[in-house]
């Protein structure tokens, strides 16, 4: 059975540094892109980081852009994002999220079940 665990959400202060990592396991990810989406009260999950198998491309979307880094672990199975000079409006919970085209699509095979982050101002 295929798990995506997400953790190091929590609370943090605007302007504040936070860093997610998602463990894969039940299955071979080397071949599988695998990204962050969030979704944030009343709106729509969005697509804001993805990173393709070998981890050679990426994708950010504007609104993260320049503060947030997404990385693979060596082992394939592991994906991280690194989130810097945070904003009340990063507040949402963070899917982590895996799918042969995530990189270029929003089509994911597996999701995590979220982890929250909050930003105070």
């Known amino acids: 059975q295929v798990h995506l665990v997400e953790s190091g959400g929590g609370l943090v202060q605007a302007g504040g540094s936070l860093r997610l990592s998602c463990a894969a396991s039940?299955?071979?990810?080397?071949?599988?892109?695998m990204g962050w989406f969030r979704q944030a009260p009343g709106k729509e999950r969005e697509k804001i980081a993805a990173?393709?198998?070998?981890?050679?491309?990426?994708y950010y979307a504007d609104s993260v852009k320049g503060r947030f880094t997404i990385s693979r672990g060596n082992a394939k199975n592991t994906v991280y994002l690194q989130m810097n000079s945070l904003k009340p409006e990063d507040t949402a919970v963070y899917y982590c999220?895996?799918?042969?085209?995530?990189?270029?699509?929003?089509?994911?095979?597996?999701w995590g079940q979220g982890t929250q982050v909050t930003v105070s101002s």
């Open positions: 999220a895996a799918g042969v085209q995530l990189v270029a699509t929003t089509t994911a095979a597996y």
């Open positions: 039940g299955r071979t990810f080397s071949s599988y892109g």
């Open positions: 990173i393709s198998w070998n981890g050679g491309i990426t």
